[in-house]
């Protein structure tokens, strides 16, 4: 939320959607949107720590919004 909260994620683009209906081999269960602001770009932001879910109690489900590692 802090790199939303100090507009560092603008402008971002979303450049990859993936959904249960598209013909994978082999098929895919999961639907993803991936975007992001470019890599010359990620290289002036600051990391993100990593929180698995057994601290942070949060979930993947329905709706959930993660970042990538």
Same mark, same amino acid.
């Given at each position: 939320?802090?790199?939303?909260? /100090?507009?560092?994620?603008?402008? $971002?683009?979303?450049? %990859? $959607?993936?959904?249960? +209906? ?5 098929? +895919? %269960?999961?639907?993803? *949107? ?5 890599? %010359? /770009?990620? &290289?002036? *932001?600051?990391?993100?720590?990593? &929180? ?5 109690? *949060? %979930?993947?489900?329905?709706? $959930?919004?993660?970042?990538? /590692?």
């Amino acid at each position: 939320m802090e790199l939303v909260q /100090r507009d560092l994620l603008s402008p $971002a683009t979303f450049y %990859r $959607a993936v959904r249960p +209906t598209d013909a994978t081999d082999p098929p +895919t %269960r999961i639907s993803v *949107l991936q975007g992001g602001v470019g890599w %010359r /770009r990620c &290289e002036d *932001l600051p990391g993100v720590m990593h &929180e698995p879910t057994s601290v942070t109690g *949060l %979930r993947h489900v329905d709706g $959930a919004v993660s970042i990538g /590692r």
